[in-house]
């Protein structure tokens, strides 16, 4: 059994043992709460990246933690997770795939040169997650300057996806208990109710609830600490009203500290740092991340962290970041009020509405697709479908199903890796369709959080040099563009288009195929290896956008496969007004490729039984190198504490940052100089 259901189960244990509830009600409610853990396993991601604040052309080193969403423990669970870096116009400038490696996900985003200045998001994902809509995991990047997040002001809708019974749930907070009590705005309360409390889909009450009589909940039973969803249901166990509530966020935290060792410096300078945690318990230990930053005049005011992160922004629906300083105040109470909670699906699972989540945990990389006729796109069965990747000198061989349909399990192979597929008939022959599945990676349309910049300073710490003799120190040169982040840097002609990526870009996105490219693009989509713009509705049915390779309309069926990337030199989206240039056929909206030689002939490449590709694979780690604005970057530490060795100019000018989970689930988190 895994480690974070035998907590589970603890927890469940001991409401029971403590807690006066109606037993044959009880039984059935815990059962399923337990079976739609299993069926549903929830995570989160929390990413810990080697700085805040960026400038073009520099590398984000970062660490994700992947933790189950009850418990806050590591788990074994997706093998894979990936993460984006989201521009202000919330498109996808780099995307990574991250593989666990001794339970780390540890990787890299190189920020392309010339990137305009401003907050950019890092998003971080596994395929389980996208199971649920409106549970993104941001973490705020800024590029250019420095900056802090504000608090987010949300609207208090949830009350209205219940009935609009006119009967009111009171939550008060006391000095050490929760009292909750009903009300009525006209008449007195007389059916009967039942309040349920719980924090992350753990149940801590469930017993009667009547006017004039409160449920008073100390502070030593609500065992867990976060958001708490306090529900009023009926006698059919149907949610009546529902309260979000924000409690005792230090029940999570496991607090460490961090001193100096000066009586043991070493002979080169190093002076020791050690970093323990005295709340520790029994066979507890840590898993964190640790990075030196040089602290300048930013300070840690209006961050996030990792407490912030799991505790509030994880488990509200539509929320986009919030400032740690939340956790300190009783202002995440008032926040909490007017959000919406709909990851753990309480108020279903409480009338027995069990599910899975339709997206499975991925366990490796899988290669799909489907072979089918030329003429009538009719499926072929028992077809023999061959894979080739001559950078590793894999082969492997599959056949289709009923429908058409193979696929090639455990492709997990690094980034950059070529594949060769072709396909035939039962009988051999070669007059087949070859169809790849590309990866799905859903666009981002979200709110970003409120910031204001605290500092325009756009000085590069980590490129400080020494003046050459004889050398001339210049003023500042600033260099302003116009031009959009999305359009392209290669020529005037992307001006008359509503998107484009030119050479630079093409190559900075690394990009494995174009429909991975224009999936990237705001109203474009892709379905069945066919583009749409805007949906493609017309009164004749779905339409999807005409294709122009080298200014030359090709075949509605043509398939954009067979163009390799490497051969691509622009890309333009033409839609709305701007499509009156191409004339009637781009109604439904353009897409303009340009290929490097410009002659591109459709002919060359007819449609037949092969096709070479790459995919998105895993990032291969590479080595951090230290520097003036980050000394110190260790991504992944282990135990009960640490013994570190650190340049002695972190002693004065630099802070320390410390943020990870322990074993049984408590979160780390630390920033402040180090103690004498």
């Known amino acids: 059994m895994p480690m974070y259901m035998r907590k589970l189960l603890f927890t469940i244990l001991l409401i029971c043992v403590h807690t006066a509830l109606y037993a044959q009600t009880d039984n059935v409610l815990l059962s399923r709460i337990l079976r739609q853990v299993q069926l549903f396993p929830q995570e989160k991601t929390y990413v810990f990246t080697d700085a805040d604040s960026y400038q073009a052309g520099q590398r984000i080193n970062l660490r994700v933690f992947l933790v189950n969403a009850v418990v806050h423990q590591t788990d074994s669970m997706s093998r ?35 990137v305009a200045k401003g907050r950019y998001m890092l998003r971080s994902y596994t395929q389980n997650m996208l199971n649920l809509e409106g549970y993104e995991s941001l973490k705020s990047i800024f590029i250019g300057g420095h900056g802090k997040l504000l608090p987010f002001k949300y609207d208090d809708t949830l009350s209205e996806s219940f009935s609009k019974i006119d009967i009111y749930l009171n939550v008060k907070r006391l000095s050490n208990s929760v009292k909750v009590s009903i009300s009525s705005g006209n008449n007195i309360v007389k059916n009967e109710y039942r309040l349920f409390v719980h924090c992350r889909s753990i149940p801590l009450y469930f017993g009667k609830i009547s006017e004039g009589k409160d449920v008073i909940l100390c502070r030593d039973s609500l065992s867990q600490g976060g958001i708490y969803s306090f529900q009023l249901l009926d006698g059919n166990l149907k949610t009546v009203v529902e309260k979000l509530f924000f409690l005792y ?44 930053e040089y602290a300048g005049m930013n300070d840690v005011k209006g961050r996030s962290n990792i407490l912030s992160h799991l505790l509030f922004d994880m488990d509200v629906a539509g929320c986009p970041e919030e400032p740690a300083s939340i956790l300190s105040s009783k202002e995440a109470e008032g926040l909490a009020g007017g959000c919406n909670w709909k990851r753990y699906r309480m108020d279903d699972v409480i009338r027995g509405g069990c599910k899975k989540g339709r997206i499975g945990i991925e366990k490796t990389a899988v290669i799909r697709g489907r072979v089918e006729t030329l003429i009538g796109h009719k499926p072929i069965k028992e077809g023999v479908v061959n894979l080739i990747s001559p950078d590793k000198g894999f082969y492997a061989m599959a056949k289709t199903d009923a429908q058409g349909r193979f696929s090639f399990e455990g492709m997990d192979f690094p980034e950059g890796t070529q594949y060769v597929l072709n396909a035939f008939t039962k009988a051999g022959k070669s007059w087949v369709k070859l169809l790849l599945d590309e990866e799905d990676f859903p666009p981002y349309a979200g709110q970003f959080p409120s910031f204001e910049w605290t500092e325009h300073d756009t000085t590069r710490v980590d490129a400080m040099l020494d003046m050459p003799k004889d050398g001339v120190l210049m003023d500042e040169v600033h260099v302003f563009s116009h031009q959009p982040a999305y359009a392209s840097r290669s020529d005037a002609y992307a001006r008359t288009a509503d998107f484009s990526f030119g050479l630079r870009d093409i190559e900075s996105i690394g990009a494995t195929c174009l429909h991975e490219l224009l999936r990237r693009i705001p109203g474009v989509t892709v379905d069945l290896g066919k583009c749409y713009v805007r949906g493609g509705a017309t009164v004749g049915g779905r339409r999807p956008a005409a294709v122009a390779i080298d200014g030359i309309f090709v075949n509605e069926d043509y398939d954009l496969d067979n163009i390799q990337m490497a051969d691509v030199e622009r890309v333009d989206v033409f839609k709305g007004g701007s499509t009156v240039i191409w004339g009637a056929i781009g109604g439904m909206g353009v897409i303009s490729i340009t290929t490097k030689k410009g002659d591109f002939k459709t002919d060359d490449v007819p449609l037949t039984n092969t096709k070479i590709f790459t995919t998105l694979g895993y990032q291969v780690p590479e080595c951090f190198t230290p520097n003036q604005r980050i000394p110190v970057w260790l991504p992944s530490l282990r135990g009960r504490s640490f013994r570190l060795l650190l340049p002695s100019v972190c002693r004065s000018g630099y802070r320390l940052v410390i943020e990870g989970v322990t ?14």
């Open 663 to 676: 074993s049984e689930g408590r979160i780390v988190s630390y920033a402040g100089a180090l103690e004498e």
């Open 249 to 292: 966020p230090e029940k999570e935290h496991c607090a460490i500290s961090a001193k100096w060792d000066a009586s043991d410096t070493t002979d080169d300078g190093m002076l020791p740092c050690l970093i323990t945690a005295d709340g520790l318990r029994e066979g507890e230990t840590m898993d964190v991340s640790v990075r030196v």
């Open 80 to 114: 894979y997770v990936y993460v984006e870096l989201l521009n202000p116009e919330r498109l996808v400038v780099k995307r990574v795939r991250l593989l666990r490696s001794n339970q780390d996900f540890v990787g890299y985003i190189d920020i392309p040169e010339g």
